[in-house]
């Protein structure tokens, strides 16, 4: 099929050494739930952060900024902190994504290097943070760049990682996904082959194992299945490939994530795959 023409790295999971592969997200789908931006950039230069979540401009102290598409995690917040205390001075330049602060107080925003080079990136590529997609913008470089820490183990995506944040199918025969059921509680990405569909009136289930009952399973609402059909994707042609998920996983009768943002999920296929 032709229907997944995003490329970027290839993915690892466990030791497997990595594929050549191509993924479409969400983002991709049609701008599903994508949010205005302003796309103004503005010089800026930073003061040194005090935390990883509040950031300050020098020429508009009154104004909070926080990152976009990204989330830091409790256990690499210093390591997080400090790498954007010494990196601080390198930014040059904001985009704002709306002018509507979040419950903190916080603008949305990007920000990039004088060469260009988005933060996100490089806290992405060091396994210091999580894409978090929420602007629904296209998110190929982010994922590239979170990709590479996961192919190098490092940061949060190192073995051995407790809690651990990544979970993978140990079988891409039957997709069974047996270590998710650890991630019960928490955020985390969760890589598995999609086995059937259950479609129902206002939902349907992305099962990835052989028992529904136990095996883990993704929810889509009504709404979110009618935006990607409309989108031009059909999930049904998504069975048999590998699905990458993210969010809060919790407990319904097995492992099992109830998707809220298409830019949540990518579809992988090969390189060459027609």
């Known amino acids: 099929m032709s229907l997944f023409l995003c490329l970027i790295a290839g993915i690892l ?33 930073l003061a040194k952060p005090e935390t990883v979540d509040a950031l ?3 020429s508009r102290p009154d104004i909070l900024w926080r990152l976009a598409d990204i989330a830091f995690v409790p256990e690499f917040e210093d390591a997080a902190l400090s790498a954007m205390q010494n990196g601080a001075s390198a930014i040059t330049d904001l985009v704002a994504y709306d002018q509507t602060p979040d419950f903190a ?8 290097d004088g060469f260009g080079k988005l933060w996100q990136e490089k806290l992405l590529e060091t396994g210091l943070v999580m894409l978090l997609p929420e602007t629904g913008r296209p998110i190929d470089a982010l994922l590239a760049a979170e990709q590479a820490a996961m192919s190098q183990q490092i940061g949060l995506w190192a073995p051995g990682q407790s809690p651990a944040y990544h979970y993978a199918g140990s079988s891409e025969i039957d997709g069974d996904l ?49 935006a990607i059909k409309a989108a031009g994707q059909h999930m049904e042609d998504w069975i048999g490939h590998k699905i990458r998920v993210r969010g809060m996983i919790e407990d319904r009768g097995g ?20």
């Open 13 to 45: 999971a466990f030791g497997i050494p990595a594929k050549a592969d191509q993924w479409l997200c969400g983002p991709s789908f049609g701008s599903v739930n994508a949010r205005g931006s302003d796309v103004r950039s503005i010089p800026i230069r």
């Open 56 to 58: 300050i401009a020098t």
């Open 178 to 226: 047996p270590d998710a059921a650890r991630a019960v509680g928490r955020f985390a990405v969760i890589d598995g082959i999609l086995q059937r569909i259950e479609d129902r009136e206002w939902r349907s289930y992305l099962n990835f194992g052989s028992d529904w009952r136990n095996d883990f399973t993704v929810m889509v609402d009504r709404d979110l299945r009618d």
């Open 105 to 112: 107080g916080r603008h949305l925003a990007d920000m990039r």
């Open 255 to 274: 492992p099992y994530l109830e998707l809220t943002n298409p830019a949540s999920l990518c579809v992988e296929q090969s390189v060459g795959q027609p």
